[in-house]
């Protein structure tokens, strides 16, 4: 194995599990970056994740990128099971515009499907809030959710040809609609620190806004926008812009919108093909670590003393690699790798 690259994960017992882009499922510790594979019971196949990992207890969550399954990995019983999503649609490598967990359950917002699953932890099960978009969408037009997001028991979901935001009550199971005021634009982004929600647009435009969705500030003009950027969050005083195609990680000053770049390790190179830099980040209470699916590093950014590390992943030996591939059933060598087929050929001959 060369690298270890992924895009989403989810941190448990001081460290992160994730799918890497080749489709294996590893865990890596984040002091000092050793990985390993993960050989749960179960389910054996794994595919490339983008959206949200969620943990609820010692049990992780998550969806394929394809959008067909939820799946749940057990840290105590080491079992790893599936369930089937039916019926949502997928456009452009996209089927989710938000995952979240809300007390015992995982709510799903599929991107270009009229309908919300809700996944109870507890009864193992789907229930489905269908039909929700119908009266909202113009049916002349193929409309789908631009972008969505939640906050306190809430998620707003922001339709593509409407300037109306519907708010979907997570408590409640209600459905209301709030005026979008200054976000009647497409939203790539979004952060709520407090009462304040800090938006990137499509344009590249980067601003904050009220709980009525009030423009209150724009951090960039004309000659400034930030249009090879993804995503954002707050750290400290600061903004935190992650960039897609664009070069440097960027942090705006929240008081003199005053810019920096975070340095990334002289040696990082990124793979080439087509792919964004970054898609997101996770957030703990004392962390932020950002997976970095182009390079074998992955940063963490210090919420307490507000440092910033990157940490490039160990990968597992040969030995460990061997086992994986027999665990998995995989019998194909990419690699001109002479330790790894003696590994493997020991090891299925006895």
């Known amino acids: 194995m060369e690298g270890v690259n ?33 050989m749960p019971k179960g389910n054996r196949n794994f595919y490339n994740v983008v959206d949200a990992m969620v943990t609820i207890g010692n049990e992780i969550y998550w969806a394929d990128q394809n959008g067909s399954r ?15 999503i039916n019926h949502v649609k997928v456009q ?29 932890t507890r009864k193992k099960r789907f229930p489905e809030r269908c039909g929700i978009f119908t009266k ?51 939203i790539l982004g979004s952060y709520w620190c407090e009462d304040v ?16 969705f009030e ?23 600061h903004l935190v812009m992650l960039p897609s195609t664009g070069e440097e990680i960027i942090t705006i000053h929240l008081k003199d919108a005053h810019r920096e770049t975070i340095a990334a390790p002289k040696d990082m190179v990124y793979m080439d093909n087509n792919w964004g830099k970054y898609i997101g980040y996770l957030e703990q ?22 440092s910033a590390r990157w940490i490039r992943p160990v990968c ?12 998995a059933g995989i019998d194909s060598f990419e690699k001109d790798n002479l330790q790894l087929l003696i590994e493997y050929v020991c090891l299925n001959t006895g």
């Open 197 to 212: 929600m800090y938006v990137l647009d499509s344009d590249g435009n980067v601003m904050s806004v009220n709980s009525h």
């Open 136 to 186: 909202y969408i113009d049916h002349g037009k193929d409309g789908y959710v631009n972008h969505a997001f939640s906050h306190d028991k809430y998620i707003y979901i922001l339709l593509s040809d409407n300037c109306t935001a519907l708010r979907y009550s997570m408590d409640t199971d209600e459905i209301s609609t709030v005026e979008r005021n200054g976000l009647k634009r497409d």
């Open 6 to 38: 992924f895009q989403s994960c989810a941190v448990l017992d001081n460290k992160a599990w994730f799918v890497t882009v080749e489709n294996h499922f590893m865990c890596m510790d984040l002091n000092t970056g050793e990985s390993h594979y993960v």
């Open 285 to 306: 209470k004392d962390f932020i670590l950002i997976p970095n699916r182009k390079s074998d590093y992955f940063l963490i950014l210090d919420k307490n003393n507000f």
């Open 215 to 237: 423009i209150i500030r724009i951090f960039t003009d004309n000659t400034s926008r930030l249009k090879d950027y993804c995503c954002l969050f707050v750290w400290g005083d």
């Open 316 to 327: 597992p030996g040969p030995g460990e690699e061997a086992q994986y591939m027999a665990y």
């Open 92 to 120: 452009n490598y996209v089927a989710f515009s938000l995952i979240v967990k809300w007390r015992n359950s995982i709510i799903l917002v599929p991107k270009y499907t009229d309908k919300i699953l809700i996944f109870d």
């Open 70 to 84: 939820l799946l749940s990995y057990q840290l105590d019983s080491e079992m790893c099971k599936t369930y089937a």
